[in-house]
């Protein structure tokens, strides 16, 4: 089991920062991918980063040259730093973990921390 705890949602202007914090109840060594995705109202869920266990990570076109994901291993910790945000960025953004034990996979999600955007 993984448990995960989204932190550093809130309001902020558009133009300005957030950084967004997932805390992973084991190290993150043994989860294979850790991602960022969220959801705007009436819009389906979408992957915003991912990073993998040997730290390659991946962006949606969105959201590439303003958001950079990292990870903290001592800190058991996945951060989402967000800069230049815009109003578009504006939706409740959720921390995934893949995790594989032997040949299954296991997927578990946080329970989302809400980031608004005004204009």
């Known amino acids: 089991q993984v448990q995960l705890v989204e932190s550093g949602g809130g309001l902020v202007q558009a133009g300005g920062s957030l950084r967004l914090s997932c805390a992973a109840s084991?190290?993150?060594?043994?989860?294979?991918?850790i991602g960022w995705y969220r959801q705007a109202p009436g819009k389906e869920r979408e992957r915003v980063a991912m990073i993998t266990s040997d730290g390659s990570t991946n962006y949606a076109d969105s959201v590439k040259g303003r958001f950079t994901i990292s990870r903290d291993n001592d800190k058991n910790t996945v951060y989402l730093q967000m800069n230049n945000l815009k109003a578009e960025d504006t939706a409740v953004y959720y921390c995934?973990?893949?995790?594989?034990?032997?040949?299954?996979?296991?997927?578990?999600w946080g329970q989302g921390t809400q980031v608004t955007v005004s204009s």
């Open positions: 995934n973990a893949i995790r594989r034990v032997g040949v299954e996979l296991y997927e578990y």
């Open positions: 084991r190290s993150t060594f043994s989860i294979n991918r």
